[in-house]
Nanobody, 124 residues
Framework: QVQLVESGGGLVQAGGSLRLSCAAS????????MGWFRQAPGKEREFVAG????????RYADSVKGRFTISRDNAKNTVYLQMNSLQPEDTAVYYC?????????????????WGQGTQVTVSS
């Protein structure tokens, strides 16, 4: 298991930007597929973006394509989520997650390690 700690959340006006970071412990970070999920009050946790172990492949939810960018720095054991053109509907707790192998899955159950989450609030 890898330990994950998110940071970078906060309050931003509509149209603004935030960059989330997720720092991972352990020396095998580069072997993990990483994902970002979010959960708004009263809603199920949903996939936002994912990235392969090498960073060569990425996947996005339709709702964030063209606005969000996922990246990783394996030397720093960190994955990022750059969020631009934020909208009130992006308001949620954002979670970083890791899975040990395979494809960039979108189902939360496919990920075995989770961070504690960071709040993102977008005001209109």
């Amino acid at each position: 298991q890898v330990q994950l700690v998110e940071s970078g959340g906060g309050l931003v006006q509509a149209g603004g930007s935030l960059r989330l970071s997720c720092a991972a412990s352990g020396r095998t970070f580069s072997s993990y597929v990483m994902g970002w999920f979010r959960q708004a009050p009263g809603k199920e946790r949903e996939f936002v973006a994912g990235i392969s172990w090498s960073g060569g492949n990425t996947r996005y939810a339709d709702s964030v394509k063209g606005r969000f960018t996922i990246s990783r720095d394996n030397a720093k054991n960190t994955v990022y989520l750059q969020m631009n053109s934020l909208q009130p509907e992006d308001t949620a707790v954002y979670y970083c997650a890791a899975r040990t192998a395979g494809i960039i899955a979108t189902a939360p159950i496919s990920f075995g390690s989770w961070g504690q989450g960071t709040q993102v609030t977008v005001s209109s």
